[in-house]
């Protein structure tokens, strides 16, 4: 079945970067676009940003421009969001998820990674 | 940036009720909407998409309706699986913003 399988917690102290994966299964990974979403404690959700897997083309939220990076990596079907300079703010859930189009709704989502950022 | 805006925010409804929730946009975004439901703890789930389709999988009790500022999510009968929060989603403009939740609780 289709699947986003996302890695583990992480606890990252103010200013030190975090990297978030994302694997995919179950469907051709190079067919869909993968977004980035967060979700900061008892708050609603934020878009970060897109990649194409094909190709590896992004596009990030204004808000985020210069701190978020988002990779690829076809050969295990991977894909991964790197956020730099953290702060405090940047505590939240982050969630990939599955579009079929560029603007699409996001029909399959990972399990979410919990990213605290703690002194 | 397209803003989105849902009411209400929270709402208290029984068992069978017919329940609505609205979602305005700050400008025209066509039927470029999705509402996802979210449970605590737990990834949001595609409930509409392009404002009034059903996702596959989805019971019929859910529907969708509306175009160019304001939409609704309709759930006819509301049963114990439908106490969680919703969003709604605009896909029309690159900030993709979502609404800020609509929270379903027990009467």
């Known amino acids: 079945q289709v699947q986003l399988v996302q890695s583990g917690a992480e606890v990252k102290k103010p200013g030190a970067s975090v990297k978030v994966s994302c694997k995919a299964s179950?469907?051709?990974?190079?067919?869909?676009?993968i977004n980035w979403v967060r979700q900061a404690p008892g708050q609603g959700l934020e878009w970060m940003g897109i990649?194409?897997?094909?190709?590896?083309?992004?596009w990030y939220a204004q808000k985020l421009q210069g701190r978020v990076t988002m990779t690829r990596e076809t050969s295990t079907s991977t894909v991964y969001m790197e956020l730099s300079s953290l702060t405090f703010e940047d505590t939240a859930v982050y969630y990939c998820?599955?579009?079929?189009?560029?603007?699409?709704?996001?029909?399959?989502w990972g399990q979410g990674t919990r990213v605290t950022v703690s002194s | 940036d397209i803003q989105m805006t849902q009411s209400p925010s929270t709402l208290s409804a029984s068992i069978g009720d017919r329940v609505t929730i609205t979602c305005r946009a700050s400008?025209?975004?066509?039927?470029?909407l999705a509402w996802y439901q979210q449970k605590p703890g737990k990834a949001p789930n595609l409930l509409i998409y392009?404002?009034?389709n059903l996702e596959s999988g989805v019971p019929s009790r859910f529907s969708g309706s509306g175009s160019g500022t304001e939409f609704t999510l309709t759930i006819s009968s509301l049963q114990p699986d439908d106490f969680a929060t919703y969003y709604c989603?605009?896909?029309?403009?690159?900030?993709?913003?979502f609404g800020q939740g609509t929270k379903v609780e027990i009467k």
């Open positions: 990649i194409n897997p094909s190709g590896g083309s992004t």
């Open positions: 179950g469907y051709t990974f190079s067919s869909f676009y």
């Open positions: 392009k404002a009034s």
């Open positions: 989603q605009q896909f029309n403009d690159y900030s993709r913003t």
């Open positions: 998820a599955r579009a079929a189009q560029l603007y699409d709704a996001f029909d399959t």
């Open positions: 400008q025209s975004i066509s039927n470029w």
